[in-house]
């Protein structure tokens, strides 16, 4: 098993460019999540979804989207990339909705230039 | 609003015990979790509490107070490899995770 895998692994951005973070897992897990994660700070979530086809607000959404068309995947989306979202990106998934723990991916490091 | 407080930093000699403690205030309370983050990586589980009292887990224990709102975990035995950032994460009643800021522990010889 892969577990949870992010691509790509880095990326640079010009403002105002757009761009989509993958997310996958293969551990058949109901609940997904996409956090942000900067210095001094826990991590923030933006965008969840509890099963395939729904999505939720977070925290932190405003200037991010996501869909989760297929159970094993969740995409974040940035339309029109601010200096702001420099981050790094965590995306994250779990099995059901109370003590389980979250799996992790590797994260995506973005720098928005 | 919601809270979660833990120190910043931590420092400890190799072979000791170190606790690093955590007090939160949040909407609810569906358990507390421990997470270690190893620099420039992904957090990974260590442990997860709801009801009070202490659970151990080898070198690692968790402690948790609900009445207080307050949590330890505690780290036996410290090895190098143990130098990390621990995050303390509570699930409010939404079952969402709210994450403190992380303690960061560094391990001297």
């Not at chain 1, 940035?78 to 992790?104: H, I, M, N, W």
Request: proline share 4%; aromatic share 12%.
């Amino acid at each position: 098993n892969a577990g949870v895998t992010q691509t790509p692994k880095f990326r640079v951005l010009k403002t105002g460019q757009s761009m989509t973070l993958l997310c996958a897992q293969d551990m058949n897990h109901e609940y997904m999540y996409w956090y942000r994660q900067d210095p001094g700070m826990g991590l923030r979530l933006i965008h969840y979804s509890v099963g395939e086809g729904t999505t939720a607000k977070g925290e932190v959404p405003d200037g991010y989207n996501v869909s989760r068309l297929k159970k094993q995947n969740f995409l974040l989306g940035l339309e029109s990339a601010a200096p702001s979202q420099t981050s790094v990106y965590f995306c994250a998934s779990k099995l059901g909705r109370e003590g389980d723990e979250q799996f992790f991916g590797p994260g995506t490091r973005l720098t928005v230039l | 609003g919601q809270n979660i407080d833990q120190p910043t930093e931590m420092t400890a000699t190799e072979g000791a015990i170190v606790q690093i403690n955590c007090t939160y205030q949040t909407s609810g309370f569906n358990g507390l979790f421990w997470y270690q983050q190893h620099a420039g990586e992904a957090p990974t589980f260590l442990s997860y509490n709801v009801l009070d009292g202490l659970e151990e887990k080898g070198r690692f224990s968790s402690f948790l107070s609900r009445s207080k709102g307050y949590s330890y975990l505690l780290l036996k035995e410290l090895q190098m490899k143990d130098s990390a950032s621990y995050l303390c994460a509570v699930m409010d009643s939404n079952y969402q995770l709210i994450w403190g800021a992380g303690t960061k522990l560094i391990i001297k010889p």
